[in-house]
């Protein structure tokens, strides 16, 4: 049996350092802009999309946290923030006393659409206006089956939104 690692060859190294590069970059333009014209980051913005998006705005702290792929203490971090914006609320779940909904406030639905604008611009100029619309399609092909593989179906797995 062969231990030796499978070395990344050089053009996949070039690949794999222009995804972290562009990755990072990306997270860090988008970051910026939503602070500077809502004061929020990303991530946050990607809650109030979420719940805007959900039936009577409102979801499960559990499913909030699997849609935004990150730990339950992060999440529960983050609503505090949002709460204390006024911008979502907590609710307790009458069927399972440990469930917590969070729900999406008019004020934040407002904040949401004052800011959906300029973050669709952003992420126009980043990405779409820079690709063809094969490359679009290229991309979102590319990034689903990486997101597939990555997602575990299994039982037990180590999941962010579990820990």
Wanted: proline share 5%.
């Amino acid at each position: 049996m062969n231990d030796e690692p499978r070395w990344l060859t050089a053009e996949e190294q070039l690949v794999w350092r222009s995804y972290i590069e562009a990755a990072t970059l990306l997270e860090d333009h988008l970051d910026r802009q939503l602070q500077r014209d809502a004061g929020m980051p990303h991530v946050y913005y990607g809650l109030l999309v979420k719940l805007a998006e959900s039936p009577r705005r409102r979801l499960r702290m559990t499913e909030l946290a699997k849609y935004a792929k990150i730990t339950r203490s992060r999440l529960s971090h983050a609503v505090a923030r949002l709460e204390k914006n006024g911008w979502v609320r907590r609710e307790d779940c009458p069927s399972d006393k440990r469930g917590q909904f969070t729900i999406l406030t008019d004020e934040g639905y407002e904040v949401l659409r004052r800011t959906a604008p300029g973050h669709v611009n952003a992420v126009r100029q980043a990405v779409f206006d820079r690709l063809t619309p094969e490359q679009q399609k290229s991309l979102g092909e590319i990034m689903r089956i990486v997101a597939e593989g990555l997602q575990p179906s299994e039982a037990g797995a180590d999941l962010p939104w579990l820990r």
